[in-house]
């Protein structure tokens, strides 16, 4: 069983920094790409930013970049999110996820971010 963990989560004020954690076990995160989601409630989850597996090439939603940052450290087994001027549209749950094809996709149990005054 592979189980991804988030860490990182919280209260913050608008302009403020949060980095996000993600760590794995049952696998090696050098294996897969990893991403990060976000959900809005009674919304579908929408993705944040991604890398792939060899951590060549990054993605990211429009509404994020510039200000988020994807990263991973397979040494550590863990990816970030290192997201700064937080805005209060950046509310939501953040879930990690991570997938390698004809071997798995899985999906952490998400973490609380909230932006507000």
């Known amino acids: 069983q592979v189980q991804l963990v988030e860490s990182g989560g919280g209260l913050v004020q608008p302009g403020g920094s949060l980095r996000l954690s993600c760590t794995a076990s049952?696998?090696?995160?050098?294996?897969?790409?990893m991403s990060w989601y976000r959900q809005y409630p009674g919304k579908e989850r929408e993705l944040v930013a991604g890398?792939?597996?060899?951590?060549?090439?990054?993605n990211y939603a429009d509404s994020v970049k510039g200000r988020f940052t994807i990263s991973r450290d397979n040494a550590k087994n863990t990816v970030y999110l290192q997201m700064n001027s937080l805005k209060p549209e950046d509310t939501a749950v953040y879930y990690c996820?991570?997938?390698?094809?004809?071997?798995?996709?899985?999906w952490g149990q998400g973490i609380q971010v909230t932006v507000s005054s």
């Open positions: 890398m792939t597996s060899s951590g060549g090439s990054t």
């Open positions: 049952g696998a090696t995160i050098s294996s897969y790409a």
């Open positions: 996820h991570a997938v390698r094809l004809f071997w798995g996709n899985y």
